[in-house]
C-alpha cells in the first residue's frame, strides 16, 4: 500500500501562533483527506482535497499531487484546535491508508 | 456527520469469546471500513468491502472476519477475543471519489 508520513509527530503552540503540518506519501493518489481527532476521540472531516487549495475559516490545506505532498495551515490557533490531525489518502486499491499523524498542543 | 452508526459503542469480554461489531451507514456509500486505533499505532486497516459481499484484508486482518450481506451493514467478527485485540474500533463509508466519514468508534476490552 501506499507509504503516508506526516511531519512533525508533535507540535507545541502558544495560543495565536501559526503553524504548518506536512504530509507525505508514496504514490499516486485518489483520494487525500485530513481529519482532526478531538479529545473526546472523535474524527472529524477537515478538507477532501485530492488537489488543489481548499479554505475553511482558520484552517486551510494545499495539496500537490504532482509532488505527493500536502500541507495544512493553522492560523490564529485556539486551544480547541488541539488534538490528532491525521492525513489519509486512496490509492488504486480503494484502500484508505492514515499516516501516524501529529499531536497538536495549543497552550493558553 | 454522515449516517454510520457503530454497536455496540462499549463493550467488555473475556478471551476466548466471540464478539461481533456492527456498523451501519443510511448514505448507500460503495465502500466500508473497519480501523483500529492504538495509542503509538495510529490508524490501522483491518478489512474493507467495496461493494455486498466484495472484501478484502488490510493489514491487521489476523483474528477477524468481516461479512457485509448488504449495502448498508458491514459486520467484523473476533472469531475468539484475544487480549491483543483490545482496542477501539472505528467503521468509516464513503463512496466513488467522495470523502470518507467515520463513525464513533466501540470500544472493546477483552479481560
Known amino acids: 500500500g501506499i507509504q503516508v508520513e506526516q511531519s512533525p509527530p508533535d507540535l507545541i503552540l502558544q495560543e495565536g501562533a501559526n503553524s504548518t503540518l506536512r504530509c507525505n506519501f508514496s504514490?499516486?493518489?485518489?483520494?487525500l483527506q485530513w481529519f482532526h481527532q478531538n479529545p473526546w476521540g472523535q474524527l472529524i472531516n477537515l478538507f477532501y482535497?485530492?488537489?488543489g487549495t481548499k479554505q475553511n475559516g482558520r484552517l486551510s490545506a494545499t495539496t500537490v499531487a504532482t509532488e505527493r505532498y500536502s500541507l495544512l495551515y493553522i492560523s490564529s490557533s485556539q486551544t480547541t484546535d488541539s488534538g490528532v490531525y491525521f492525513c489519509?489518502?486512496?490509492?488504486?486499491?480503494?484502500?484508505?491508508?492514515f499516516g501516524a499523524g501529529t499531536t497538536v498542543t495549543v497552550r493558553a | 456527520d454522515a449516517g454510520i452508526t457503530q454497536s455496540p459503542r462499549h463493550k467488555v469480554t473475556e478471551t476466548g469469546t466471540p464478539v461481533t461489531l456492527r456498523c451501519h451507514q443510511t448514505?448507500?456509500?460503495?465502500?466500508m471500513y473497519w480501523y483500529r486505533q492504538d495509542p503509538g499505532h495510529g490508524l490501522r486497516l483491518i478489512h474493507y468491502?467495496?461493494?455486498?459481499?466484495?472484501?478484502d484484508k488490510g493489514e491487521v486482518s489476523d483474528g477477524y472476519s468481516v461479512s457485509r450481506s448488504k449495502t448498508e451493514d458491514f459486520l467484523l467478527t473476533l472469531e475468539s477475543a484475544t487480549s491483543s485485540q483490545t482496542s477501539v474500533y472505528f467503521c468509516?463509508?464513503?463512496?466513488?471519489?467522495?470523502?470518507?466519514?467515520f463513525g464513533n468508534g466501540t470500544r472493546l476490552t477483552v479481560t
Open positions: 468491502s467495496y461493494g455486498v459481499k466484495d472484501t
Open positions: 489519509a489518502v486512496v490509492g488504486n486499491d480503494y484502500k484508505l491508508s
Open positions: 468509516a463509508t464513503r463512496d466513488y471519489n467522495s470523502p470518507l466519514h
Open positions: 482535497i485530492p488537489s
Open positions: 448514505e448507500n456509500h460503495r465502500y
Open positions: 504514490d499516486s493518489v485518489n483520494n
